[in-house]
């Protein structure tokens, strides 16, 4: 029997009993389909995580005041509270060659007004390098002046959607608002860039450093930004923004140090898992149809025994028999693969559309992995029923028995 012939003869198998194929065909279809779906919500779920972090700037460092403990218990009784950032402590940080620039933030909440138009807002307080080590834009005017961050000026610079709700299409360069009880002059409105890690650039607004310190009545930096000269310096930087801290803050390391290949690395991972493990709970329903598929290729063989009969009486041999049920199924799982990944893509296109600002994404090593493990669950569960086929005495068959 030649390899056409097998094909043939397990197509023809299909063609001639329609509802159950299709029967069979969407089961297969259903489970990598699944499988397909969920993997690409956990791939843009990755993606969107790392482009979060990428567009918050190049070549990245956070400082936080407070050491983070990784060592698991309470914190020590002994020891008095961790010294605050200052923005002494955030200029010192210039003396390291590895540091090209340093934006400290102070950051809090606040009535913003103009006229009888009043909102809540984000208000952070830094210095003009934010722009470059934020990846900012400007779509009006200039951003904060340079100079001195211990004496800045009461200007502000504020996001599209605040300029919208308290001015409409008018001009504002040159106007005054209003934060808390201080008047500050605006000077420049930022770009939109929509959402960064929950925080709306549009619904900001950023003034001076030492105004926000004010402002807000403390001293303290809620964190210092630090741009390194290169992605390769970032090492050196980090030594150096903790040997610096240690000897300002009377040798204690009460900071915590983050840099933003680190936060893509570990973010990598966890997303990384966590697709897998989505993917593997999906697959189950790949065992479902497999096992759909032995049951009624085992209700086909005790259907089909003259057939089967017939076949060895014609001097096919159990291997032959066997791997005319195994073209079966293989043709099965292949073709309800197929039917799910075009259903998945459909699915896929369809949320792409529906949220364009978070995008799916199939990864080609979850393709051909959906497309392999179909065929190989088809072959697994057609095994038995080729081989209860393949052992039918012909004589039996023939009669029916």
């Known amino acids: 029997m030649l390899a056409e012939d097998i094909l043939k003869f397990g197509s023809n198998a299909l063609s001639g009993a329609r509802t159950r194929t299709w029967l069979m065909l969407l089961a297969m279809a259903i489970g990598i389909g699944s499988v397909v779906v969920l993997t690409a919500l956990g791939e843009g779920a990755r993606r969107y995580v790392s482009n979060e972090f990428s567009n918050l700037g190049t070549n990245l460092i956070v400082v936080l005041p407070g050491r983070t403990e990784t060592t698991g218990g309470a914190p020590p009784i002994i020891g008095g509270t961790p010294e605050d950032l200052t923005l002494n402590d955030a200029l010192a940080l210039l003396r390291s060659s590895s540091v090209r620039k340093i934006a400290p933030v102070v950051i809090g909440s606040a009535p913003v007004s103009h006229q009888q138009l009043e909102r809540e807002v984000t208000v952070v307080g830094s210095t003009y390098d934010l722009l470059h080590v934020r990846n900012m834009a400007m779509a009006l005017g200039e951003f904060l002046p340079p100079g001195d961050p211990t004496r800045g000026g009461a ?113 990598d991972e966890i997303f990384q898992a966590l697709t897998a493990t989505v993917a593997g709970i999906a697959a189950i329903s790949l065992g479902v149809a497999g096992i759909l598929i032995m049951n009624v290729m085992l209700v086909a063989v005790s259907q089909r025994t003259t057939e089967i009969g017939l076949l060895k009486a014609l001097g096919s041999s159990e291997q032959q028999i066997m791997q005319l049920f195994l073209v079966e199924a293989a043709l099965l799982s292949t073709f309800g693969a197929l039917i799910g990944v075009a259903v998945a893509y459909a699915g896929v296109w369809g949320l792409n559309q529906v949220f364009p600002d978070f995008p799916l994404f199939v990864p080609l090593w979850a393709l051909a992995a959906a497309l392999m493990v179909a065929l190989i669950t088809g072959l697994l569960f057609g095994v038995m029923p080729a081989k209860r086929a393949a052992r039918l005495d012909p004589v039996q068959a023939l009669s029916g028995r």
């Open 155 to 267: 200007v502000v610079v504020i996001g599209t959607t605040l300029k919208e709700e308290l001015f409409g299409n008018k001009k504002v360069l040159g106007e005054w608002i209003r934060i808390h009880d201080s008047r500050f002059r605006i000077i420049g409105v930022l770009q939109p860039l929509g959402e960064s890690l929950g925080m709306d650039v549009g619904d900001l607004a950023i003034i001076p450093v030492s105004r926000a310190q004010s402002l807000f009545n403390t001293e303290s930096l809620f964190r210092i930004l630090v741009q390194a000269n290169g992605r390769e310096d970032i090492p050196k930087a980090q030594q150096a923004i903790k040997d610096i801290l240690r000897e300002r803050h009377d040798g204690e390391e009460d900071v915590t140090i983050i840099t933003q290949d680190a936060l893509l690395s570990t973010f």
